[in-house]
Nanobody, 113 residues
């Protein structure tokens, strides 16, 4: 399984980004897919996840601002991030779970004026 993340970048506070995660397999075959982030010197933490049945879960910090979605035709999962704050600055990682955890490379998100 290969996960290719892209779509990070530099954005001003209040702006939006939509990272994407393209999977080498059929995303509906995974138990769940998600986005995690890692702050400097901290452990990786869940931002949002979506199950194969479409159930979503969000960290409290993401609720109301971020939306995770999947496009089965493109085998791609997206994380729409709105109202970004400087404290959202981190490396964001795509994850897929099916018996094992699979990780994509990180994509840097920087929120700064």
């Amino acid at each position: 399984v290969q996960l290719q993340a892209s779509g990070g970048g530099l954005v001003q506070p209040g702006g939006s980004l939509r990272p994407s995660c393209a999977a080498s397999g059929i995303i509906a075959s995974f138990t769940s897919m998600g986005w995690y982030r890692q702050f400097v010197g901290k452990q990786r933490e869940l931002v949002a996840s979506i199950t194969s049945s479409g159930r979503t879960n969000y960290a409290d910090s993401a609720k109301g601002r971020f939306t995770i979605s999947g496009d089965n035709a493109k085998n791609t999962v997206y994380l729409q991030m709105n109202s970004l704050k400087p404290e959202d600055t981190a490396v964001y990682y795509c994850n897929a779970f099916r018996i094992y955890d699979y990780w994509g490379q990180g994509t840097q998100v920087t929120v700064s004026s």
